[in-house]
């Protein structure tokens, strides 16, 4: 074929095209239904999502009506005229023609594409949209228009009625469309229905619109189109055999064309085989294997089990999602090799393996309603993946793996949440729990040493002097099983002069104890571990053998290792009860938050009235009220000992009840601990222009008849932050496309006390938000699209969350405990001068009581002393005489100094031996460089209240404060494995909020731009001509 041949005709095509209103009626009616489907039909402002998927949703319908109605002419009027022996004398062949007609109709709409590029940009302008799928979703157009033009022009090739072409080419084509439709694959199990949707060209294009360029739906459509450009000029050639012409040489030609068309349709089935040949053009390879998938895979050491249990009958909605997850494991299976093994299984067909699936994992069918035309019915389906390593196992259901969002009142959009994510986290969980029963050491990358600071035997007390024996066992076993990984050495801080003593208290914070409230003698010891970087200060063991001491250096070793899971302790309040029977309560949950950090965290509560564990990696305190000294002194002394803190704390707490919503100042106790570490919660509530709607129940009166619906309302409380609101390019917020701050106070950072610690701002409301100290959050219902609030005082940016990370200084000097044990203890001194009676008296009494009402009451009152809690290490010994935290104490009496052995009223009781480890107090006064605090100035915003609001306002779940919460414990861990595939979904890209006007000036900017395409389109076409006609003049007269 000619280059300049095939351009010529396909030029003399498009002048006809122009020549006549046919050209821009084609372009008209693509652009003008274009339109209505984006922003009536799939309303696009109400689904609130950045894409442009609906425009593409209905192009492969829409381009079945449009392709055959532009190619119905092109062969029918050349033979209805009878032009068409006038082609066939012409110097082209015949590929050339039908070539050329072919780029003539596929340029034509070409054009339309291009003219709805205004669509996607003005999209792009206003939110965060991936232009990844929107260019495969226009490849995909042109390779299925390009098939759709190929079919037109065989069935006008066959016929010289235009009407008939036209019908027929509908037909056709629509036959390719509902092959792999919904309603045809409904009609079977999975196994057809995946290969029905293979061959549909309507199923094909939304795989590729996603974002997917795979070669098997790539060389489909160019399958199509080449085996109707073959059968063209089969017909097209066929038109000008004489009836006694030879038999035999068309019978030739019609077994080559047949050939041709046979091996172009069957090479589709070995190109299907081939699915890792594809390109994933998404922002960050949304259905690719990530490589924090393969570097889980590496750690595999046995074979994992994956195995998905599907019926073949389920739910018409989840019934397209099933061939996308057997796409995705089986990439696992590749990435895996002999590592992964794959299997599906269906329960319904196999009864041995649904006894399996019900009675060792826990897996039952899930009750679906579906209905047909002719009847509503129920069914018992599947749709669960089973993930099995070693004997630990994780069951993700259809719950756990999909999303849904309300489009209309009446319909859902169901799509797979992030499959990756759910499946690598699960096989993280699993590889973490079967790794948690092997050695501690094979999961350490790096040297670990040990380093007991203790006095020497002379200082140290007896009770302390005992452990060195169980500790030394401990740590020499440890060491023999480390494969050179771990060392240990006692180092006696106040030898040489005690130097050691100075430099463990001016990095760490390390003071001498005292083993009792008024003891001068002073002793070291203090259990670390470090890599040389980070360091763990442990406390003694409840067990005080060799076997507490290996348990707790463990739990020391897991902050080095990698594979196993991240320790959170969470605090949140305990849900206060309703005040009235069967309403809500007023206050907070947080049961949503847990459940979510659960999946990916081992997560325990706490109440911080005990130290916290040497295993937790990260506290969370959330929502904090009220909190007593003994509190803020145990998250104190957990950051000194260079853990991270993570605080989600507002200046007010909301309540909602029925008619009512009210924010009133809450007293978190940490305002004092917060400043001290040069962070505050400032006593006001930020509101912000850019904001999240909020959902309001009104009633509409319409004639007799009461309406109740949600309104959409604008609410300044809930603020909305999105690119400029995520400072820097921290890990915390990757991916993340917005976050809803409600009912938040703004933080400020004193930046002398931070002068040597790294801060970093994670949140900042915009540059037009401002506070209120008495804030009315209750919403404001006016007529119109005018906002009820106004901005008051300075308007300008405000911080709402930051870390800071290196060397904090301890808010205590004593342990409250011990403060409070003190004051007690000089009040019972008081009490005993005062109340005992002098012994000359009782001898001078007629009677000697068995025992003084004073001294029974001072006695209670001094044994109260062995109540207070371990002030120094996290001591709980479930031995008799062990005080509620742990601590065994010497006589009250003898410890405070008090002689009662003169007391001939005090009964004589048997000596027992003493322990004084229960009194034993020290303060760490310093954090290492690696202690990390992060400060969120709101607690609601992870509140189930708020969530559930805030998802039912977007007709969908909403995860993202979860994510951005668990992305703060990633990053205060440094991992930032499941941190990189977190955040993806279908529905988290959403619009930014608009006003009325802004929506308006939107949708009317598009038809003017589409009005403005057709204009440049006419005059390009009237320049052309007109320079044809120059041209043409140029010649007659010359």
Not at 471 to 483: I, K, R, V, W
Not at 750 to 756: F, I, V
């Amino acid at each position: 074929m000619r280059l300049e041949c095939l351009l010529e005709v396909a030029r003399k095509e498009l002048r006809l095209f122009f020549a006549s209103p046919i050209g821009y009626l084609f372009l008209a009616a693509y652009l003008g239904v274009t339109l209505f489907v984006f922003f009536w039909g799939e309303s696009f402002f109400a689904r609130n999502i950045a894409d442009v998927r609906p425009m593409f949703e209905w192009l492969p319908v829409l381009l079945i009506f449009l392709a055959s109605a532009l190619t119905m002419r092109v062969w029918s009027d050349e033979r209805r005229t009878g032009t068409i022996e006038f082609l066939s004398t012409l110097p082209a062949t015949s590929w050339e023609l039908v070539v050329g007609k072919f780029i003539a109709c596929t340029a034509l709409l070409g054009i339309a594409l291009v003219l709805t590029f205004p669509l996607p940009i003005s999209v792009s302008v206003i939110a965060n949209l991936d232009w990844g799928p929107v260019i495969a979703a226009y490849a995909a157009a042109l390779l299925l228009g390009a098939a759709y033009i190929s079919i037109g022009l065989f069935v006008s090739a066959r016929s010289e009625n235009q009407i008939v072409s036209l019908i027929v080419s509908v037909f056709v084509c629509a036959v390719f469309y509902m092959v792999g439709s919904d309603f045809m694959t409904g009609l079977f199990g999975n196994n057809i229905a995946e290969v029905l949707r293979d061959m549909g060209s309507g199923s094909r294009f939304e795989s590729i619109s996603r974002g997917i360029l795979d070669l098997s739906g790539l060389y489909c459509y160019v399958s199509i189109t080449a085996a109707f450009l073959v059968l063209n000029v089969f017909a097209l050639r066929s038109l000008g055999w004489a009836a006694d012409a030879s038999a035999a040489g068309h019978r030739k030609v019609a077994l080559i064309s047949g050939l041709i068309v046979a091996n172009l349709v069957v090479a589709n089935v070995w190109i299907s085989s081939t699915a890792w040949l594809r390109l994933d053009v998404t922002k960050g390879a949304q259905f690719s294997i990530a490589s924090v998938t393969k570097q889980q895979l590496e750690q595999l050491r046995e074979p994992l089990l994956i195995r998905g249990y599907f019926s073949s009958k389920t739910h018409p909605l989840l019934a397209p999602l099933v061939p996308q997850i057997r796409d995705l494991v089986r990439e696992y299976e590749i990435v895996g090799g002999n590592r992964v093994r794959v299997e599906w299984v269906d329960p319904a067909a196999d009864a041995e393996a649904e006894d399996e699936a019900s009675s060792k994992y826990g897996i039952r069918p899930q009750t679906f309603q579906v209905a047909d035309r002719y009847q509503t019915s129920l069914v018992n389906s599947f749709f669960d993946i089973l993930i099995h390593y070693g004997d630990q196992y994780e069951v993700l259901s259809w719950r756990d793996l999909i999303e849904v969002k309300a489009t209309t009142e009446t319909e859902l959009s169901v799509k797979l949440r992030n499959p990756e994510y759910d499946i690598t986290r699960a096989i993280k969980k699993v590889l973490a729990g079967f790794q948690g029963g092997g050695s501690i050491f094979d999961y350490v990358s790096s040297e670990v040493n040990f380093t007991g600071y203790i006095s020497s035997s002379e200082v140290l007390p007896e009770q302390l002097e005992e452990l060195r024996v169980p500790l030394a066992d401990a740590l020499d076993e440890l060491e023999q099983s480390s494969n050179g990984k771990f060392g240990w050495v006692f180092v006696d801080p106040e030898a040489d002069g005690g130097a050691i003593a100075e430099e463990i208290a001016a990095n760490f914070g390390f003071q001498p104890m005292a083993a009792s409230l008024f003891d001068t003698n002073r002793f070291y010891f203090y259990l670390t571990l470090s890599d040389g970087q980070t360091v763990v200060s442990m406390g003694i063991p409840e067990t005080r053998d060799k076997e507490g001491f290996t348990r707790i250096l463990e739990e020391g070793l897991k902050r080095y290792a990698t594979g196993l899971l991240t320790s959170v302790a969470l605090y949140s309040p305990s849900q206060p009860p309703s005040q009235y029977m069967g309403q809500p309560s007023m206050g907070s949950e947080f049961s949503e938050l847990r459940g979510y950090l659960t999946g990916d965290y081992n997560v325990e509560s706490t109440m911080l009235r005990q130290p916290v564990p040497n295993y937790v990696d990260v506290l969370v305190v959330v929502a904090p009220a009220s909190l007593s000294e003994q509190q803020v002194f145990e998250m104190d002394q957990f950051l000194m000992k260079g853990g991270t803190v993570v605080i989600a704390a507002g200046a007010y707490k909301t309540m909602l009840m029925s008619q009512m919503l009210e924010a009133s100042p809450t007293y978190t106790g940490l305002e004092d601990w917060l400043a001290h570490n040069g962070v505050t919660v400032d006593q006001s509530m930020v509101l912000d222009p850019r904001n999240a709607a909020f959902p309001v129940p009104v009633t509409r009166e319409v004639g007799e008849f009461v309406f109740q619906e949600l309104r959409m309302m604008d609410y300044p409380f809930f603020v909305d932050i999105r690119n400029e609101g995520f400072v820097g390019s921290s890990l915390a917020h990757k991916d993340l496309d917005q976050i809803t701050y409600t009912w938040g106070s703004p933080l400020s950072v004193d930046a002398e006390t931070n002068e040597n610690r790294e801060v970093v701002e994670l949140l900042r409301s915009s540059d037009k938000s401002w506070v209120e100290s008495a804030p009315d959050v209750m919403p404001k219902i006016t007529e119109g699209s005018n906002s009820p609030y106004f901005p008051i005082g300075d308007v300008e940016s405000r911080l709402l969350a930051v870390s800071v990370k290196g060397k904090f200084d301890s808010y205590f000097e004593e342990s409250p405990a011990l403060v409070e044990a003190r004051e007690r203890a000089k009040e019972l001194e008081e009490q005993e001068s005062i109340e005992i009676p002098e012994l000359d008296s009782i001898e001078e009494s007629d009677e000697v009581p068995e025992s003084s009402e004073a001294d029974g009451a001072d006695t209670d009152a001094i044994a109260e002393i062995d109540d207070i809690p371990d002030v120094g290490e996290n001591l709980d010994p479930q031995e008799e005489g062990a005080t509620q935290s742990g601590e065994v104490s010497n006589s009250p009496t003898e410890e405070l100094g008090l002689d009662t052995e003169d007391s001939e009223t005090t009964a004589e009781e048997p000596e027992e031996e003493v322990d004084t480890l229960g009194v034993i107090s020290s303060v760490i006064d310093r954090s290492p460089e690696s202690a990390k605090l992060f400060v969120i100035g709101s607690s609601e915003f992870v509140s189930d209240q708020s969530v559930r609001m805030i998802s039912s306002a977007r007709g969908e779940l909403y995860v993202n404060s979860y994510q951005f919460l668990a992305n703060l414990i990633d990053v205060a861990m440094e991992d930032a494995s499941l941190l990189s595939i977190r955040s993806r979904s279908h529905f988290n890209r959403t619009l930014p909020p608009l006003g009325d006007t802004q929506t308006l000036i939107f949708e009317c900017g598009n038809y003017v731009a589409a009005l403005i395409g057709l204009a440049i389109v006419f005059g390009l076409n009237a320049l052309f001509r007109i320079r044809r006609r120059a041209d043409h003049s140029s010649w007659f007269t010359s």
